[in-house]
């Protein structure tokens, strides 16, 4: 009898050695997991500027080594540069266009449409 009673207790402190661990291994879990990121998205950034500021914005562009990043318009007389990023919001979007034109800047959210949803948008 005193045999089963010891194994007994020992199970019991055994049990209870095993749950303290187990809620401990939890709590570490859960407190060293990395708060989750934003989400980005993609926007078009548009950079309008004057024919008088067009070459200085690019210079700035360059000294960025992003000029590779924007497309323009200047050429063809729309003194605009355009650029798609990835980015958490307009704000962020926007920092990727230099100072000197930022004020006239735009970023807009855009995304891609695949053919079901463009059949579920005409149904509605």
Request: aromatic share 6%; net charge positive.
């Amino acid at each position: 009898m005193k045999r089963v009673h010891s194994f007994t207790v020992a199970c019991f402190a055994l049990l209870l050695i095993g749950g303290i661990a187990f809620a401990q291994g939890d709590a570490k879990k859960g407190s060293s997991e990395k708060p989750t990121k934003a989400t980005k998205a993609t926007y078009l950034v548009e950079a309008p500027h004057t024919p008088e500021e067009c070459l200085g914005l690019m210079d700035e562009v360059n000294k960025t080594k992003q000029l590779s990043e924007w497309q323009w318009g200047c050429m063809e007389g729309n003194h605009t540069g355009y650029r798609m990023v990835q980015a958490t919001s307009e704000e962020a979007a926007l920092a990727n266009v230099p100072e000197s034109v930022r004020g006239k800047a735009h970023a807009y959210k855009v995304t891609k449409m695949s053919a079901k949803e463009l059949e579920a948008a005409h149904k509605h």
